[in-house]
């Protein structure tokens, strides 16, 4: 199984709003990613953690909070967001993140809207 | 020293014509170039790859070239499908980069029946 599981798959919240985005991969996989696409944009990342270990912020600002309760688990805490931050969301995993040609798997994403 | 440049941003082939897309980098510390595909409404999902070493990988109807000296690579779509209609994004990755990717700017392909 190489599935990446998201939910919401879709989420419409105002600037004043607390929300979070979940994901969830079981396949064994130490490395999980947050990535943020922008229409007709390449994904940009966001947060790497490698064995549930925060190992890269992208200088992403701090009304977007990462967690990692668990191998399995990631996910995005959202708080007092911006209409800029409106996109999809992904999420990724692979294997580890300390080594090259490693896949990276990604879920069908969160669309955000912020109004 | 990180970027990748990727083009055309969009193109238009008949059914069984072949798909072409360049990308080039700067950074030679790359050694690991993937290509994925995306369809609308989904995330990305790795077609095909390879590294510096190999100037040639053929996955059925999808062949990357890698041409080191240039610092350029290219995916060549063969036989084009309908099914095949996507963005694709070329990428780059080194050891020292934690598995990070360096995206290309994607090329929407859209191939009429």
């Known amino acids: 199984d190489t599935e990446v599981t998201q939910t919401p798959k879709h989420l419409v919240m105002g600037m004043t709003n607390k929300k979070s985005l979940k994901c969830e991969q079981h396949m064994g996989h130490r490395a999980m990613y947050w990535y943020k696409q922008k229409a007709k944009k390449p994904p940009e990342l966001m947060f790497v953690y490698s064995y549930e270990k925060l190992s890269i912020n992208e200088s992403v600002p701090s009304r977007f909070s990462p967690e990692c309760p668990n191998s399995s688990l990631l996910n995005l805490h959202l708080h007092a967001l911006q209409p800029e931050d409106s996109a999809l969301y992904l999420c990724?995993?692979?294997?580890?993140?300390?080594?090259?040609?490693?896949?990276?798997?990604f879920g069908p994403g969160t669309r955000l809207l912020v109004l | 020293q990180q970027q990748v440049k990727q083009s055309p941003q969009s193109l238009i082939v008949q059914k069984g014509g072949i798909s072409i897309i360049n990308c080039a980098y700067e950074?030679?510390?790359?050694?690991?170039f993937p290509w994925y595909q995306q369809f609308p409404g989904k995330g990305p999902a790795l077609l095909i790859a390879?590294?510096?070493?190999?100037s040639e990988k053929k996955e059925g109807r999808f062949t990357i070239s890698f041409n080191k000296s240039a610092k350029q690579f290219s995916l060549h779509i063969m036989d084009s499908q309908p099914g095949d209609s996507a963005t694709y994004f070329c990428?780059?990755?080194?050891?020292?980069?934690?598995?990070?990717?360096?995206f290309g700017g994607g090329t929407r392909v859209l191939v009429k029946p």
């Open positions: 990724a995993s692979s294997q580890s993140s300390g080594g090259v040609q490693e896949t990276q798997y």
């Open positions: 390879i590294r510096p070493d190999v």
């Open positions: 990428a780059a990755t080194h050891k020292a980069a934690g598995n990070k990717l360096t």
């Open positions: 950074n030679t510390a790359f050694d690991y």
